[in-house]
């Protein structure tokens, strides 16, 4: 019995020692970010549109906040909530109809962080859930007087999609870093819930997205 309790003390001494070198390896860093996101819309089967009328993407405004957990000084856990614009453009010869959304979007990222200087390259990969809020179709046409229309009720309510890309953080101060990152954001969801008699229409959204962000180590 004597034997056994102190066998036990000593794994718990090992369980502490472990824990707490974890924990003092562990890195934490905060911080906003903002970006630009080129926003596509893939649409299935392709729509026809009148002679002259073409879909394009658009570009939009995204802001929000970064979080990091990091071990072993180079793998990374972070989530980033952010406010992001999304949708797409039909112009034409008489002026344009704009389908538009926004969205909470709560990327989890998978980051591996390279070198450790001052400029420390990183690269990335995770999914993203985004939490629809607005969506809108708008109408810009010569002669054409007719109110925005929400689409919100013909819209899922949910997007996921998988991000991937890099950047790098320049670190301005021994606990402040400068972020600035490239991203690919492949919409997964179909987007669309279409009226009766039309059930194989399908949308999906995605991005090439630019971010710059400010991160504080704490």
């Known amino acids: 019995m004597k ?3 102190i066998a036990a003390c000593v794994a718990l001494v090992f369980c ?12 934490f860093g905060v911080g906003p ?8 819309t893939s649409i299935s089967p392709d729509p026809v549109y009148p002679a002259g009328y073409t879909k394009g993407g658009r570009t939009m405004i995204m802001f929000g906040a970064q979080a990091e ?11 980033q909530p952010t406010y992001e614009g999304k949708g797409y453009e039909i112009t034409g010869p008489s002026g344009s109809v704009t389908i538009s959304g926004n969205e909470l979007d709560l990327p989890l990222l998978f980051k591996v962080k390279f ?38 009720s013909n819209t899922a309510s949910t997007d996921f999609a ?7 953080e320049y670190n301005v101060m021994p606990k402040m870093g400068i972020t600035l990152d490239v991203r690919y954001s492949l919409g997964l969801s179909n987007m669309a ?7 194989s229409e399908t949308d999906k959204v995605s991005g090439f997205q630019i971010f710059a962000g400010v991160m504080f180590h704490i």
């Open 115 to 152: 070198l450790q200087g001052v400029i420390r390259p990183y690269a990335f990969a995770g999914p993203d859930l985004g939490f629809v809020l607005t969506a809108t179709r708008s109408y810009s046409i010569t002669g054409l007087n007719r109110p925005d229309e929400d689409l919100k």
């Open 69 to 79: 957990v990091g071990f072993a000084k180079m793998f990374y856990i972070v989530l």
């Open 193 to 199: 819930k279409p009226p009766a008699g039309d059930p």
């Open 33 to 40: 970010i903002v970006g630009i996101n080129f926003s596509s």
């Open 3 to 5: 034997k056994a309790l």
């Open 162 to 168: 998988i991000d991937f890309g890099g950047g790098a």
């Open 16 to 27: 502490l020692a472990f824990t707490t070198q974890a924990v003092a390896q562990t890195e």
